[in-house]
């Protein structure tokens, strides 16, 4: 049974930088878009990032732009979320996912595979 895992959340003050892994086991997604979503209390899950098969491709929630940046290592089934320059809003549940469709997506409905979230905590 395919799973994904996440793993590196925890409590960080405002202006640090936390590193988000997915590792996923069961099946191989080297040859799917995987992606990070969040959800905050009371919110909607939003997109965060989302990266092509190859990596090549990557795309970013306005919101994270230039203070995120996704990638993979497709040798390790892994995807990872590096971010920078936190703040209180990016206090969230994240989620990796994983979309069996070949375009990136940005909308969670379309991702087939979903880990249990990792919390993330921004003091200010």
């Known amino acids: 049974q395919a799973q994904l895992v996440e793993s590196g959340g925890g409590l960080v003050q405002a202006g640090g930088s936390l590193r988000l892994s997915c590792a996923a086991s069961g099946r191989t997604f080297n040859s799917h878009t995987m992606a990070w979503f969040r959800q905050a209390p009371g919110k909607e899950r939003e997109f965060v990032a989302a990266i092509s098969w190859s990596g090549e491709i990557t795309y970013y929630a306005d919101s994270v732009k230039g203070r995120f940046t996704i990638s993979r290592d497709n040798a390790k089934n892994s995807v990872y979320l590096q971010m920078n320059s936190l703040n209180a809003e990016d206090t969230a549940v994240y989620y990796c996912?994983?979309?069996?469709?070949?375009?990136?997506?940005?909308?969670?409905?379309?991702?087939?595979?979903w880990g249990q979230g990792t919390q993330v905590t921004v003091s200010s």
């Open positions: 996912a994983a979309d069996l469709a070949a375009e990136i997506a940005t909308m969670y409905d379309e991702y087939d595979y």
